[in-house]
C-alpha cells in the first residue's frame, strides 16, 4: 500500500465516520448502553480495517461500514418505536436501594457487588446507605440517588462522633481493620447486632457505623 494510498483510506474512512456518526445522534456518544458500546467497538474495528488493510478495497469496506450504520440507524428507530425492542437492546433501570434497604439479589441480577455500589454512592456524595430514598441503576451504567427528604431524618440529629459513615460488616464478613480504625471492637458489634435480635454475623448483608455512632443493619434476603 502506497503512501498515497493510505492517506486516501483515512481521510475517506474519516469522512465516511463523521457522516454516519451523524446520522445515528448524539446519543451514540452520550449514553453507552448496551448496544451503543458494542457499535462503537465494531465502527472502530471496522474503521481501523478500512484504512490499514491492503486486501480489502475502499469500496467494500464503506460497503461493510455503510451496512454496519444501516443496522445502527434502523436499531436506534426500533428502541424508540418498540419498548420491547427497547428492553431487549438497552435493558430497564433497575433499583439498587429502596428506602435505605439493598436489594441483594437485584445487586446479583445486575452483577454489582456491595463495594461497587458503595463506591457509586460516594460519586453521588452520598456516604450512608440509611440516607437513601431510592438508588436506580440506568442502562448506561450510572447511578441515580434520591436522598430521604428532611421530613424523614430525625428534627435533632445526635452530634457526629465518626468523620463520616464506615462500613464494618460486608457480605457476612466483619471488617476488623475498620473497626480498628473507629477504635470499636468485635464484642461491641455483636452486642449491637443482639440489640436487633440478630445472633449471627453471617445474617447480616451489610453493616455500617453512622457518624453519630449508630450502626446500620441490611440483613440478608433471606433472612
Known amino acids: 500500500m502506497s503512501a498515497i494510498e493510505l492517506i486516501i483510506r483515512v481521510v475517506i474512512a474519516y469522512i465516511f465516520l463523521l457522516l454516519l456518526t451523524r446520522l445515528m445522534g448524539r446519543k451514540e456518544i452520550s449514553q453507552m448502553t448496551f448496544f451503543n458500546f458494542i457499535s462503537a467497538i465494531v465502527f472502530g474495528t471496522l474503521g481501523g480495517t478500512l484504512i490499514t488493510d491492503p486486501n480489502m478495497s475502499i469500496r467494500n469496506g464503506l460497503i461493510v461500514v455503510a451496512c454496519w450504520g444501516a443496522i445502527t440507524i434502523i436499531a436506534g428507530y426500533l428502541n424508540l418505536k418498540s419498548k420491547m425492542a427497547r428492553n431487549l437492546m438497552t435493558g430497564e433501570p433497575v433499583i439498587l436501594v429502596r428506602d435505605g434497604l ?4 437485584t445487586l446479583k441480577r445486575v452483577r454489582l457487588d456491595i463495594n461497587s455500589l458503595m463506591t457509586k454512592l460516594r460519586d453521588k456524595e452520598v456516604f450512608s446507605i440509611a440516607d437513601v430514598d431510592y438508588a436506580i441503576f440506568e442502562t448506561d451504567g450510572k447511578l441515580s440517588v434520591m436522598k ?76
Open 148 to 223: 430521604k427528604g428532611n421530613g424523614q431524618q430525625s428534627p435533632t440529629p445526635k452530634p457526629a462522633i465518626f468523620p463520616f459513615p464506615t462500613e464494618v460488616i460486608s457480605d457476612g464478613k466483619i471488617n476488623t481493620a475498620n473497626l480498628d480504625k473507629l477504635q470499636l471492637d468485635e464484642a461491641w458489634l455483636r452486642q449491637q447486632l443482639q440489640q436487633q435480635s440478630i445472633t449471627s454475623i453471617s445474617d447480616v448483608f451489610f453493616a455500617q457505623v453512622q457518624k453519630d455512632g449508630t450502626l446500620y443493619i441490611d440483613k440478608r434476603d433471606d433472612q
Open 102 to 105: 439493598i436489594m441483594e439479589e
